[in-house]
């Protein structure tokens, strides 16, 4: 049973900065694709951040480059993503997700059909 658990969520001030975490269990997180989706109130969820199973590569929708990290702690079986110079327009139920495959090299990152779990999620909220 692959589990995923997102924590780190709250209401931070917009330029403020937060960290989430997912913790996996079931499955080893340096096997597989991981990334960032978010969906706000009223929108589609939409693709934020992944990384390659191996670590080398992330990638990073347009709007939180530059501000957004993701990165992984294989020893924590964990993956992270660090957000700074949260905006307004952060404001969103930020969701962690697993790749179906293992260590698949493919790019489609942005396609949430390519993930076969996802976590419960955790909500963010930037005032102004």
């Known amino acids: 049973q692959v589990q995923l658990v997102e924590s780190g969520g709250g209401l931070v001030q917009a330029g403020g900065s937060l960290r989430l975490s997912c913790a996996a269990s079931?499955?080893?997180?340096?096997?597989?694709?991981m990334s960032w989706f978010r969906q706000a109130p009223g929108k589609e969820r939409e693709f934020v951040a992944a990384?390659?199973?191996?670590?080398?590569?992330?990638y990073f929708a347009d709007s939180v480059k530059g501000r957004f990290t993701i990165s992984r702690d294989n020893a924590e079986n964990t993956v992270y993503l660090q957000m700074n110079s949260l905006k307004p327009e952060d404001t969103a139920a930020y969701y962690c997700a697993i790749d179906r495959t293992f260590r698949d090299y493919s790019s489609s990152y942005y396609y949430q059909s390519r993930y076969g779990y996802w976590g419960q999620g955790t909500q963010v909220t930037v005032s102004s």
């Open positions: 079931g499955r080893t997180v340096s096997n597989y694709v």
């Open positions: 990384i390659s199973w191996s670590g080398g590569r992330t």
